[in-house]
């Protein structure tokens, strides 16, 4: 190899190290928002977020190309979401013994979430004796045991089947 090649390839090594050192970025950031990240950085630039689309005001480094603080993008819980429906389950209907309905409420969203639950109390011939409604809180990702009582001690003795919606709207 030439002098001149060997002092191109050593010019173009010594440009790639100084801008790995110098905190050069690309401007691809995880966020969304913001200022936009990329161009070349440093510790003595102003990071906060007062003109960024962030909204907090921070006093650590941050320019929305790394993982960690806010920068007002996507990608963090949203805790705003409320889930839409939970899946219901008839464990048990009612009977003389016990004058209620047992039912397990299973949410598959991603934040915790209250829910109406029906169940219909029917008598032998599938006639509906008495309706009854109920909210139930249901964790995240969980289920959860709920008692729905009939309320009416004339129709406990005719109660045959329990009739369940299978989903529980979102309160």
Known sequence: MTSRGKTLRL?????????????????RGHGSGGDGGGGCSSSSQNHDSSSSGGGSHRDYYDDD??????????GGVDTTASPDAAMVTL?????????????????????????????DFLDAAGA????????????????????????????????????????????
Do not use: H, K, M
């Open 11 to 27: 010019t173009a090594v010594s440009a790639l190290v100084v801008l790995a050192l110098t905190g050069f970025s690309t401007g």
């Open 65 to 74: 190309d790394d993982d960690y603080g806010d920068s007002g993008g996507s």
């Open 91 to 119: 464990v048990d209907c009612a009977s003389q013994e016990t004058p209620y309905a047992t039912v397990e409420v299973a949410n598959s969203g991603t934040v915790e979430g209250t829910f109406t639950v029906t169940v």
């Open 128 to 171: 509906s004796l008495v309706s009854r409604t109920q909210e139930v809180t249901v964790p995240a990702g969980g289920s959860t045991p709920a008692r729905i009582a009939v309320d009416d001690a004339e129709s406990v003795p005719l109660i045959d089947e329990c009739d369940v919606d299978s989903f529980a709207p979102a309160v």
